[in-house]
């Protein structure tokens, strides 16, 4: 029996439409500690234990930035096949294999609070790099079909 746990099709519009302000909300809290007064509130903390104050904004943003990038990523094609379906594994673990070589060498190389924002960054890097990949090799596959 084979089994499909793609989203369907009309996720990856959504994915795409949240991606936009997830995205520059996330870079803005990575790169300008964006953090408003009117965005503090108490929130339960596991480190240290108990109620704390905090701003909730990057919360929100690396958790929308994940739901948009897993939307757009795993979104079925409106014509979903096994070749598709091979595209989309060969270009996962080419994501997963490329990212993880990434944070290696960037672990040898970046140090300090620049290690911490790389890897903040690296969160996303094997959805993005899939995207990116898949879209690629499915543009080729459907161009090399129309000639």
Do not use: H
């Amino acid at each position: 029996m084979k089994k499909n746990y793609l989203f369907p099709t009309t996720f990856r519009k959504i994915g795409w439409c949240l991606f936009v302000p997830f995205a520059i909300a996330s870079l803005l809290c990575l790169f300008d500690g964006w953090n408003d007064n009117w965005s503090v509130v108490s929130v339960f903390s596991l480190i240290p234990w108990g109620i704390i104050k905090n701003s909730i904004i990057d919360e929100i943003s690396m958790i929308g930035l994940t739901i948009s990038l897993l939307f757009i990523a795993f979104s079925k094609e409106k014509d979903e096949d096994e070749c598709i379906a091979n595209i989309r594994s060969s270009s996962l673990v080419w994501a997963v294999v490329t990212g993880y070589l990434l944070l290696i060498v960037c672990t040898m190389f970046i140090y300090d609070i620049q290690y911490l924002n790389f890897v903040f960054i690296d969160l996303f890097m094997i959805l993005i790099l899939f995207i990116i990949k898949y879209n690629i090799e499915l543009y080729k596959f459907k161009r090399s079909n129309n000639d």
